[in-house]
Structures are given as C-alpha cells and as structure tokens.
C-alpha cells in the first residue's frame, strides 16, 4: 500500500499558513507556493540513490557522493499543478516536465484527456504528479492511471493540500503510488472544497475567479 508522508517541516506549515489566509494576494500566493513547492522537493527526493566517485579537493583526494543518476520526470495536473513547478526545478534543474490536462465528462463522467504531452522515456523515470489540492482524488487518479497505461512504472504524487476521502481513494485505485503533503486537512464540503483548504488554487495562483 503507498505511504502518505505528511511533510510537516517547519518552514513548509509556516509558509502554508499564509498560503491558506484569504487575505493573502495572488503574487504572494504565487510565490509562497513557489518556496513551498522547493522546500516539498527536498523531503520528496531524500531516497534519491547515490553513487561513490572521488574526486580532487584543493586539499587532497576524496571518495565522495553523487546522484546516482535516477532520472526525475516532473507531471503537473493542469492548470494549478503548474505552480509548484518551478520550485520543484529550482532543486531538481535536470528533470523533465510532461503536462496533463483532463476534466471528467458531466454526462459519462468518464475522464476526457484534452491535452497530454510526456516526456518520450516514462518508463524509465521516477515520475511526480504535482497537484496542489487532493480533493476527491478523481483528477489525481485519472492523470496516475493514463500515465500508467503509456508504460509509467514509478510514480509519486505531490500535493499540497489533502481531503482524507482524497488519499483514501488513491490509495485504493493506486496502492503502490506514495503520497507527499504539506497538509491532510479535515474533510470535503458540499461542493467537494477542502475544509479548511485554501479555496480555488488555480484561481489563487492565476489570478481568475
Ligand atoms: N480544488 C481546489 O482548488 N480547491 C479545493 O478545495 C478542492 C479542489
């Protein structure tokens, strides 16, 4: 079964906090999503495999440490998953990015993909599914399961902020896929919101309403 790992640094509440504030304006939503998505990146990639390599300090010869190489494959869930990012790039520079974009058809509510472009060796990368909000899960388990289907092996999914109807239903449909949070949050409303949530990400990170 996948983990979920709530990720409860200091920095990372902190920073949620203003995140989640009403009061908070779109570039500072923007950039604290931004600093908060960096600071989820480190936690995210702690079991990066290294690698012994030595190498010539000014002083001496040193066995020393590096990336093993794992290739990292970045998956934002259009449109909010596309804030988080750049945070995510400013630690992990050499990953590539794919886009996925699909709504659930009102009347089959069968999942329609309007857009998807991935990088072309899947199978072979460490894939992150970034979407801030974890609402119902039926986006997240959507965009897993087409990534899936094109030969996606490993896959983690990163969010900001959860509902725990939304972890238990990936969890279910995707039991080998981990879960990264900053927030698992009380419950749903009505109109499948996170209480107490942050409201809309997109139109938080956009600018619409
Ligand atoms: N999507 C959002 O942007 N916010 C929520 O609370 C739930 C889904």
Redesign the pocket.
């Known amino acids: 079964m996948g983990n979920v790992h709530v990720l409860d640094h200091p920095l990372i509440q902190h920073k949620l906090s203003y995140i989640r504030n009403k009061h908070t304006g779109t570039k500072e939503f923007r950039e604290l999503v931004d600093e908060v998505a960096m600071l989820m990146a480190f936690e995210i990639t702690r079991d990066l495999p290294l690698t012994e390599t030595t190498i010539e300090t000014p002083v001496t010869t040193a066995n020393t440490k590096v990336l093993a190489g794992k290739k990292i494959g970045l998956i934002p869930i259009l449109r909010?998953g596309l804030g988080m990012v750049d945070g995510m790039l400013k630690l992990i520079p050499a990953a590539k990015v794919g886009h996925v974009g699909l709504y659930r058809d009102p009347e089959t509510l069968k999942p329609v993909e309007y857009y998807i472009k991935l990088p072309s060796d899947i199978e072979e990368r460490e894939l992150i599914v970034i979407d801030p909000?974890l609402?119902t899960g039926g986006s997240a388990n959507d965009a897993i399961q087409s990534l899936k289907k094109r030969g996606a092996k490993n896959i983690r999914l990163m969010c900001l902020i959860a509902a725990p109807e939304g972890v238990e239903s990936v969890k279910q449909e995707h039991p080998d896929v981990d879960i990264y949070l900053a927030a698992l949050d009380e419950k749903l409303d009505d109109h499948?919101?996170?209480v107490p949530?942050l409201?809309?990400?997109?139109d938080r990170l956009f600018g619409t309403k």
């Open positions: 909010a909000m609402a499948a919101y996170i949530g409201g809309d990400a997109g």
